[in-house]
């Protein structure tokens, strides 16, 4: 079952500008999760938003939540290139600590 | 160092042969997970486990077998009955919305 889903699915932009990434999931949640992937690698864990939340920022990164729409962005400012990867938003099915994971969206940064 | 090792990082799999993704945590985290990834695909689960000696069938859990005979351990078995198993495999584990991914194997069919 897929809960999360991204948008858009690619994101090209220059060094310095900044980088906003969708993710809408259907059901109710008590968290979101963001989680970046580099090529070929494991993903590793950018920032948790719960559902009484609706920012949250994490030095470069600032992700909202909206429960009324069921959506959340994840904004990447003054992009780098080492910020080229794969950026999903995950949420946890049920009242279980299993994540679904959206499809992702594929970020690159141009030097 | 605590972490999640995967091993190995490739593997190759011949036609009706049955292979064994390795995965080991020493987080001392309850719940562990496989997932598969196809090319510019998501994550779909296969199988998860809450303790040890349980496991419950993902999304994708047909033609995969696992065991979860200690905490640390959770081997993925892809089977001859899978008959697309060429993809991305990652583990995972976590614990109080925590979670830990390893570094993935990639498998390929010779």
């Known amino acids: 079952s897929q809960q999360g889903e991204e948008d858009p699915q690619a994101l090209s932009i220059q060094e310095g500008e900044n980088a906003t990434m969708n993710c809408s999931y259907k059901?109710?949640?008590?968290?979101l999760q963001w989680y970046r992937q580099n090529s070929g690698r494991g993903l590793v864990h950018l920032i948790l938003i719960r559902s009484n939340e609706r920012e949250k920022h994490s030095g470069r990164l600032r992700v909202t939540l909206d429960t009324s729409k069921k959506s959340s962005s994840l904004l990447i400012t003054a992009s780098r290139a080492a910020d080229t990867a794969s950026y999903f938003c995950?949420?946890?099915?049920?009242?279980?600590?299993?994540?679904?994971f959206g499809k992702g969206t594929k970020l690159t940064v141009n030097p | 160092d605590g972490g999640i090792t995967q091993s190995p990082k490739y593997l190759f799999r011949k036609e009706g042969q049955n292979v064994t993704l390795s995965c080991e945590q020493n987080?001392?985290?309850?719940?562990m997970y496989w997932y598969r990834q196809d090319p510019g695909q998501g994550l779909r689960l296969i199988y998860y486990?809450?303790?040890?000696?349980?496991?419950q069938k993902g999304d994708i859990a047909e033609g995969y077998s696992v065991s979860r005979e200690k905490k640390e351990s959770f081997p993925l078995t892809v089977t001859s009955a899978q008959k697309n198993p060429t993809a991305f495999y990652l583990c995972?584990?976590?614990?109080?919305?925590?979670?830990?991914f390893g570094s993935g194997t990639q498998l390929s069919v010779l």
């Open positions: 059901t109710s949640i008590n968290n």
């Open positions: 995972a584990s976590s614990i109080d919305r925590s979670v830990v």
């Open positions: 486990s809450q303790i040890v000696n349980d496991f």
């Open positions: 987080l001392n985290h309850d719940a």
């Open positions: 995950a949420t946890p099915e049920g009242g279980s600590e299993k994540l679904v």
